[in-house]
């Protein structure tokens, strides 16, 4: 199975400030076929289900706020989110969906500072 | 509007089955891959099992397989997970989700149902 380690498990952030999550996956999630990366973000808030956010590592999903972005390509990605807001209040999640198993990451919560 | 209603959860004992139910709507329910992903309580996801969508394989993870089966009944777009030999650690809340690409399994999970609680206690 692929291991996704995401980092920090918990950030503080002022609001309108950057914050930055990083994923690191055990093995690369770069299909070479269409050299696409098969990684996703989601958000969830508390007493909801998961949100996606991010699919193929950058591409946000529809409706979803640009200041919302991620980078990254093979094993190490970044979700970020460009000036936070009181809204952005969450637990962010990467997931591989590489393999046939698809994995998540441990989770990182972000609060405000 | 696409949607996704998950039932059947409850309280059961250890070595006690449960049969959850994923009842969707607002897409063909054939084409899609649909799954399971789990969160116990406090804690993060974890993918369960999933249904591939137009060739219906079936997918488990290490820590279910033998003990859930995952099946759907394509005439009440309906996706199942038949939980037997249930243990402690298998109490969550269960979450039925959408894979975002037709006929493809490798996809994120685009939409998510409210989830279905399953609690494992004697």
């Known amino acids: 199975d692929i291991v996704m380690t995401q980092s920090p498990d918990s950030l503080a952030v002022s609001l309108g400030e950057r914050a930055t999550i990083n994923c690191k996956s055990s093995q690369s999630v770069l299909y070479s076929s269409n050299n696409k990366n098969y990684l996703a973000w989601y958000q969830q808030k508390p007493g909801q289900p998961p949100k996606l956010l991010i699919s193929?590592?950058?591409t946000r999903e529809s409706g979803v706020p640009d200041r919302f972005s991620g980078s990254g390509s093979g094993t190490d990605f970044t979700l970020s989110i460009s000036s936070l807001q009181a809204e952005d209040v969450a637990v962010y999640y990467c997931q591989q969906y590489c393999s046939t198993l698809p994995t998540f990451g441990q989770g990182t919560k972000v609060e405000i500072k | 509007e696409v949607q996704l209603l998950e039932s059947g959860g409850g309280l059961v004992q250890p070595g006690g089955s449960l049969r959850l139910s994923c009842a969707t709507s607002?897409?063909?329910?054939?084409?899609?891959?649909i799954n399971w992903v789990r969160q116990a309580p406090g804690k993060g996801l974890e993918w369960v099992s999933g249904?591939?969508?137009?060739?219906?394989?079936?997918y488990y993870a290490d820590s279910v397989k033998g003990r859930f089966t995952i099946s759907r009944d394509t005439s009440k777009n309906t996706l199942y997970l038949q939980m037997n030999s249930l243990r402690a650690e298998d109490t969550a809340l269960y979450y039925c989700a959408k894979g975002a690409l037709v006929s493809f399994w490798r996809a994120a999970f685009d939409i998510w149902g409210q989830g279905t609680m399953v609690t494992v206690s004697s």
């Open positions: 193929w590592a950058s």
């Open positions: 249904f591939g969508g137009s060739g219906g394989s079936t």
């Open positions: 607002g897409f063909t329910f054939s084409t899609y891959a």
